[in-house]
């Protein structure tokens, strides 16, 4: 169902990607890396045996990792990288409610559990998909004020 089609406040499991892939604490950053490019994807939930530690994005391995001479990063694991204590939403969470702590925090991902189980990831990406699917359900495409 689009975000437009609504008739009240849809919950944040609405707009989430499901099933999001994740890395060990010890995933070499090469591998999450190479897993991020392969699948297209700019954030990675870090789990240890199976719980949400972290969050590793493009822009922490970018910031936090050195490359050498021939472009590869150097010999680290997710959990030197990653950003630890990530925001954790449950499904039914309004989404309003999540968009105004994402502002707050300055994040651009939510991850999403169901009694404590990652179930999904939330993005600016998704949400503004989203977001213009509802301004193109409101107003025609070629109407500019």
């Known amino acids: 169902m689009k975000l437009a089609d609504h008739p009240r406040m849809p919950p944040v499991g609405a707009l989430m990607t499901p099933f999001p892939h994740t890395a060990e604490v010890d995933t070499p950053v090469s591998d999450v890396l190479a897993r991020m490019e392969a699948e297209d994807f700019r954030h990675l939930p870090v789990v240890r045996e199976g719980a949400l530690v972290g969050i590793v994005s493009i822009r922490d391995i970018a910031r936090r990792t050195r490359w050498d001479e021939e472009g590869a990063p150097q010999p680290l694991e997710a959990h030197q990288v990653m950003t630890p204590d990530p925001y954790i939403v449950e499904t039914g969470e309004p989404l309003a409610t999540v968009l105004r702590e994402m502002v707050a925090r300055k994040i651009g991902t939510a991850l999403v559990a169901k009694r404590a189980k990652l179930v999904g990831i939330l993005t600016l990406t998704d ?10 359900a409101r107003y025609e495409p070629d109407s500019v004020a």
């Open 127 to 136: 949400i503004c998909d989203a977001f213009a699917e509802v301004l193109e």
